[in-house]
């Protein structure tokens, strides 16, 4: 059967450099881009939310990540209470606060 597949010689390797330095300039050039376009706007975001947490007052009007808008009565170290209607309130984890309102938006919807 050995007359059907023909024999095949490794021949040796050219002499000559194994790289030129070429891809480095791709990878640096990558992790630049990965940088820009995904790290830093991420931190950005994240630092933003921290200081928006943690910024937190009795009377804010705020957001939740689930679409629930209402004035913040209590605020305790993981946990803030919001006021969504009258005499109708909710806990919720300081982290599922998505942004704060301009005073006055909640009688205006």
């Known amino acids: 059967m050995s007359f059907l597949i023909p024999a095949a010689y490794a021949q040796e390797a050219a002499a000559g450099p194994a790289g030129t330095g070429?891809?480095?300039v791709f990878l640096v050039?990558?992790?630049?881009?990965?940088?820009?376009?995904?790290?830093?706007?991420?931190?950005?975001?994240?630092k933003e939310h921290k200081n928006l947490v943690a910024g937190l007052q009795k009377g804010d009007e705020v957001v939740t990540s689930g679409g629930i808008a209402g004035k913040v009565t209590k605020v305790a170290d993981?946990?803030?209470?919001?006021?969504?209607?009258d005499n109708v309130e909710l806990k919720f984890q300081k982290v599922a606060i998505a942004a704060t309102l301009p005073k006055g938006t909640l009688k205006a919807i």
């Open 22 to 24: 070429f891809e480095w």
């Open 78 to 85: 993981d946990f803030v209470v919001i006021e969504v209607s």
């Open 29 to 46: 050039g990558f992790l630049i881009i990965f940088y820009l376009m995904i790290w830093r706007p991420q931190a950005k975001r994240a």
